[in-house]
């Protein structure tokens, strides 16, 4: 008698330990689909994205304003601490005619590829008859055949010229075309100090340079 009970307790405990054992695999299961799965969306996220055609730069007035840190004097490091700052892609030629039909005349231009092109001013400046407040801006272009005409936006982050509005304008200037033998493959802008306090933003691409001035107040 004393045995068939034992024998019933054993097996009680039996299914009772198959039961939970059941239970946590299951649990061990569902974790550990879960974790696979966080997992893959981890590598996912961590992919890098391949080197774009358009490259993101960036000019500096002065130009040397990345050196500042490394400059030797106080005079040396103000005379290189930078005003203005501009963050642009570079897109190529590649064989086509850019102006006047990939970048069509008389339409809002981002002035670059990719992102709307950005600027920066460290230091109040004039544009046209436009006094603007150190900040950060987007930069627009109209271009034709013989002119361009920049404008300043507010609007910030904005990809391509969608998000372009003329009313919203804060300043604009208006800057003659002129055509060089050499070709210009990929877009580019420098800055420099054409006179005393005017600084012009230099923009060439293809066939064409157009120089922009901004007054560094």
């Known amino acids: ?37 966080a997992l893959s969306f981890v590598a996912t996220a961590q992919e890098f994205a391949p080197i774009d055609k358009s490259i993101m730069d960036l000019a500096y007035f002065p130009n040397g304003a990345h050196r500042a840190g490394f400059a030797k004097t106080p005079e040396e490091k103000g005379k290189l601490m930078p005003r203005i700052k501009v963050i642009y892609s570079r897109p190529l030629v590649n064989s086509r005619t850019v102006f006047g039909e990939l970048v069509k005349y008389d339409e809002a231009w981002r002035m670059g590829a990719n992102e709307s092109t950005e600027i920066t001013f460290y230091t109040p400046v004039m544009i046209g008859e436009s006094v603007l407040a150190p900040g950060r801006y987007t930069l627009y272009c109209t271009p034709t055949a013989n002119s361009w ?39 580019s802008i420098t800055m420099y100090e054409a006179s005393p306090n005017v600084v012009h933003l230099k923009v060439g691409w293809e066939k064409t340079v157009v120089e922009f001035p901004i007054t560094v107040l």
Do not use: C
């Open 1 to 37: 008698m004393f045995y068939r009970k034992l024998r019933q307790k054993e097996k009680t405990k039996s299914r009772l330990f198959l039961n939970w054992d059941k239970t946590e695999l299951n649990k061990m299961k569902k974790l550990l689909i879960l974790a696979f799965t």
């Open 149 to 187: 005409t920049l404008k300043v936006h507010p609007n910030l982050d904005g990809w391509g010229a969608y998000g372009y509005d003329e009313s919203l304008d804060l300043a604009r200037v208006t800057a003659p075309v002129t055509k060089v033998d050499k070709n210009i493959e990929a877009l």
